[in-house]
Structure formats: C-alpha cells, structure tokens
C-alpha cells in the first residue's frame, strides 16, 4: 500500500542546530515529493519539491532535503535554526496520481 | 494573483445550523481539493475537483457534508446539519492540474460548532 510517514511528531531544536525532520514513504514507483510549512493560524506554504530532476534539492528559508530511493526517504533538514523555524512542517507525497497524501505534521520549537 | 481565497476565516455556530465555506481557487487551475485539519486526525481530503467535475468524494465524512463547483472560480463546502465533531480548520487548495505541480493552500476556515 502506499503511504507517507513522518517519523517524530515533536522536534526541539537550539537556535543555531541543525534540523532534521524525517520522512519516508511507501511506493512500488517514485513518487513526486513536498515539503510544505505551517505557520500558526496559516495555511500551508511550500518549502520545497522532488520531481525527479536533482535528488538534492534545495528550497526557501534555508531548508534543504535530499530523496534517497534506496531508502525511500526524502528527510528534510536546515543547517542552522533559526526562531522563525518553529512551525508545524507536513511530507506530503503524490503517487502519481492527483492528489497529495499527507504524513501527521512534526511539529519543530526552536529554544533561545 | 492573490492565491486561493477562502471565507469566511473564521465561523462560530450553533449545532444544527447550516454552515457554507467558500473557496475561490487560483485562476487558470482546473483541480481544486477541501481538506480537512484536526488534531486527531490530521489532514484529510474531503472532496477533488477537476474541471469543476466531483472526481473522488470518498473522503466526505457523511451526507451532511456538500460540495459544488459551479464554474472554475468558485466552490463551496455545505454543512447542514452542523455538529460539534465538525469543528476543525478546512483548508482549500488548487493545482495546474500535473501530478508533479504542488498544490497551492488557502488560509482556512476555522468552524467551530458549539
């Protein structure tokens, strides 16, 4: 079956640590992958995409993530942390298909 | 463009009133989804659209719950009756239509129903 699963709900970071927030995905075919971002009160806005060009792939605010087909795994991560980072952060996946399946959100608070 | 446009942002009402959510998805994209977001269950795709055609409503939790599209840039979400489970934060979103295309997020509707 597909799915997409976030792994850590909570993630509490130092300002200046790096931040990794994990996420793998289940599929018999490449998927297309998303990151997006939810600020409180917000909608959710687009951090970054795969979309089969570079598995590096690099988006806004510093955020980076890297798919790796091996291990079915698109983790995102951000060198250094800033108080802005604190959100709630989705994996979302589309399987090629129309419609994005969503993981449970990790939700990230950045300490002073 | 000014983005997927949702009203109202917020709705407060009463059990058994009919509750009307709308969405005006981004010019020029023919597929436009309603999520729903609660903390126990996430977010959950209620109904797509495409090219103003209901294509999976499998996600509506039951018939209480109503959506239309009358053209491309309108689209609305019906609750009647209206229950306290209702409560959450609706989301509606709009795509080019291409698998590999992200999906563009409205602010929301936070209902509460009390």
């Known amino acids: 079956a597909q799915s997409v699963t976030q792994l850590g709900s909570h993630v509490s970071v130092s300002e200046g640590a790096l931040v990794l927030l994990r996420c793998n995905y289940s599929?018999?075919?490449?998927?297309?992958l998303f990151w997006y971002v939810q600020y409180p009160n917000q909608g959710l806005q687009l951090l970054l995409k795969?979309?089969?060009?570079?598995?590096l792939v690099k988006g806004i605010n510093g955020f980076e993530a890297e798919f790796k087909k091996s291990e079915t795994s698109f983790h995102l991560t951000k060198p250094s942390a800033h108080m802005s980072d604190a959100a709630e952060y989705f994996c979302?996946?589309?399987?090629?298909?129309?419609?994005?399946?969503f993981g449970a959100g990790t939700t990230v608070t950045v300490r002073a | 463009d000014a983005g997927v446009i949702q009203s109202p942002r917020h709705e407060v009402t009463e059990m058994g009133q009919e509750v009307t959510l709308r969405c005006k998805p981004i010019?020029?994209?023919?597929?436009l989804f309603w999520y729903r977001q609660t903390m126990m269950r996430g977010l959950e795709l209620l109904i797509y659209?495409?090219?103003?055609?209901?294509?999976?409503d499998s996600g509506m939790p039951e018939d209480r719950f109503s959506a239309k599209m009358p053209n491309a840039s309108f689209s609305t979400l019906k609750i009647q009756p209206s229950e306290p489970r209702d409560s959450a934060v609706y989301f509606c979103?709009?795509?080019?239509?291409?698998?590999?295309?992200?999906?563009?997020f409205g602010q929301g509707t936070r209902l509460t129903v009390v």
């Open positions: 979103a709009s795509t080019p239509g291409q698998s590999n295309t992200e999906a563009f």
């Open positions: 599929s018999s075919v490449p998927p297309y």
């Open positions: 795969y979309t089969s060009a570079a598995t």
């Open positions: 979302a996946v589309n399987f090629n298909d129309y419609k994005l399946s």
């Open positions: 010019s020029g994209h023919n597929s």
């Open positions: 659209f495409n090219n103003n055609v209901p294509i999976d």
